[in-house]
């Protein structure tokens, strides 16, 4: 069993959006997912992370189905979002954003503090900025500061919505050699990206076109020259 297996879903807004997306993630893996912009890749994310519901499908995560369940709910169960546009506080310090990350487990003070101390390892910037409010952040500072939020919830499956826009070649690389990290202690995660330098950490590549699913492989399917040039986009480096 996978530990997400997702089947035919399909979510709207006004308009039909998801048109049937299936695909699975093996705990353990990264899975990233491309797409053009307006394929889908922000609503699948959200819709896993409970904030959209599906019109019909089924989102099976360590084997119960989740689908529609609020992220009240999905959070303590280890299910966690890394939004697009790293939406940090900006008004409270790096601690009080990191505590927040937290609220939702209902855990205690001393665990709170080593998920921290966690955190801290995976990014020292934001060890040095404790007390700094986070709007004063640079915008590669307020990312692990939002990947850092949503690792204080203790997740075994990370959600990151494009960790890498807007940031240079090299501080995007920085943040996917933590998340390759953060991997490697355990946690399950896709990755939403448009940058192709993200491959060299992925097990496996899933692309989005139009709101449908149209390439999932591990691998070396994942080298296939046509697809990169097709549907991913030019390499950020
Ligand atoms: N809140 C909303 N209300 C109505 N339509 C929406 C809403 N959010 C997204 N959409 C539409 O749903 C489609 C998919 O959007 P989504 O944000 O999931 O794409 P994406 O792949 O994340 O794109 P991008 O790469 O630009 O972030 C788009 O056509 C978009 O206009
Ligand atoms: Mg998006």
Do not use: C
Request: overall charge neutral.
């Amino acid at each position: 069993m996978a530990l997400l297996e997702i089947e035919d879903l399909h979510v709207s807004y006004d308009n039909p959006v998801l048109l049937g997306v299936s695909f699975e993630v093996e705990q353990g893996e990264t899975a990233v997912l491309f797409g053009l912009n307006g394929a889908g890749k922000t609503t699948t994310v959200s819709t896993i992370a409970g904030l959209l519901k599906p019109d019909k499908g089924t989102i099976r995560f360590n084997g119960d189905n989740i689908a529609g369940r609020p992220p009240s709910r999905l959070v303590p169960r280890g299910v966690s979002l890394v939004p697009e546009g790293r939406r940090v506080f900006p008004a409270l310090s790096v601690a009080n954003n990191l505590r927040l990350g937290s609220w939702t487990r209902r855990t205690h003070g001393k665990e709170n503090e080593e998920r921290r101390n966690l955190v801290f390892e995976y990014f020292p910037r934001l060890a040095e900025r404790m007390d700094q409010a986070a709007g004063t952040l640079s915008g590669g500072e307020q990312q692990m500061l939002s990947i850092g939020r949503a690792l204080m919830s203790k997740p075994k499956l990370l959600l990151i919505d494009e960790a890498s826009l807007g940031l240079s070649p090299a501080l995007a690389k920085t943040v996917f050699q933590v998340v390759n990290r953060i991997n490697d202690d355990g946690v399950t995660v896709i990755i939403v990206e448009q940058n192709v330098g993200v491959l060299p950490y992925a097990d496996r590549v899933l692309i989005m076109e139009k709101g449908t699913l149209i390439f999932s492989g591990v691998g070396d399917e994942i080298q296939n020259a046509n697809l990169r040039e097709s549907y991913l986009g030019k390499a950020a480096e």
